[in-house]
């Protein structure tokens, strides 16, 4: 190939990247994880969003002490992961799921003392900017453990 169709070939790749929507591209910071361990923490978020759908349902009925128990396994993912997973999560990861972890506590408090609907909804709503900032930053990456950076 002349140089000359190599350039237009490189030119009419690189427009077709540019083309490509933002949905296209995938920006988040890839976290490095054993296929059992992604399985686990996957595992985990399935059970943040059944938790959410009871905290909700309890909240529509103004049953405040289902609130607390619906609520109460989004706390402690720290926790619940083997320390040798716990350290390979990057600092700010580990920070946004603590920080998730302690505002639960204070939701789970405040509704059984409390008792107060639209305090746990505002609550709920600063809950879920934590869901969603996680989301928005990181992905996981499954790699054979002994592979694994
Ligand atoms: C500290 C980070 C963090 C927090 C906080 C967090 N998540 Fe996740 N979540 C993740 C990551 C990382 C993934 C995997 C995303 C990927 O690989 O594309 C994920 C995936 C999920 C999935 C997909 C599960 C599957 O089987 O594929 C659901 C559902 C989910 N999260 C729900 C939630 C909910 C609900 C909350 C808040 C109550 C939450 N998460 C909070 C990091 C987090």
């Known amino acids: 190939m002349s140089r000359r169709?190599?350039?237009?070939?490189?030119?009419?790749?690189?427009?077709?990247a540019l083309a490509?929507?933002?949905?296209?591209?995938?920006?988040r910071i890839a976290i490095?994880?054993?296929?059992?361990?992604?399985?686990?923490?996957?595992?985990?978020m399935r059970e943040f969003l059944h938790s959410l759908f009871n905290v909700n349902n309890a909240l529509a009925n103004?049953?405040?002490?289902?609130?607390a128990i619906s609520a109460k396994p989004i706390a402690g993912l720290m926790e619940r992961l083997p320390t040798?997973?716990?350290?390979h999560l990057?600092?700010?990861?580990?920070?946004?799921?603590i920080g998730m972890s302690e505002l639960l506590n204070v939701l789970v408090r405040d509704a059984?003392?409390?008792?107060?609907?639209?305090?746990t909804q505002s609550q709920l709503a600063e809950l879920m900017?934590?869901?969603?900032g996680c989301h928005d930053s990181y992905r996981l990456e499954s790699v054979p453990a002994k592979l694994r950076r």
């Open 32 to 44: 490095q994880v054993s296929p059992s361990e992604r399985n686990q923490i996957l595992f985990e």
């Open 5 to 16: 169709l190599a350039a237009i070939a490189l030119l009419c790749f690189s427009t077709t």
């Open 112 to 119: 059984q003392t409390k008792g107060d609907v639209s305090l």
């Open 20 to 27: 490509l929507p933002p949905t296209a591209l995938d920006n």
């Open 84 to 87: 040798q997973t716990r350290a």
């Open 62 to 67: 103004k049953d405040m002490k289902q609130v």
């Open 129 to 132: 900017s934590y869901c969603s």
């Open 90 to 97: 990057p600092e700010e990861f580990s920070q946004m799921a």
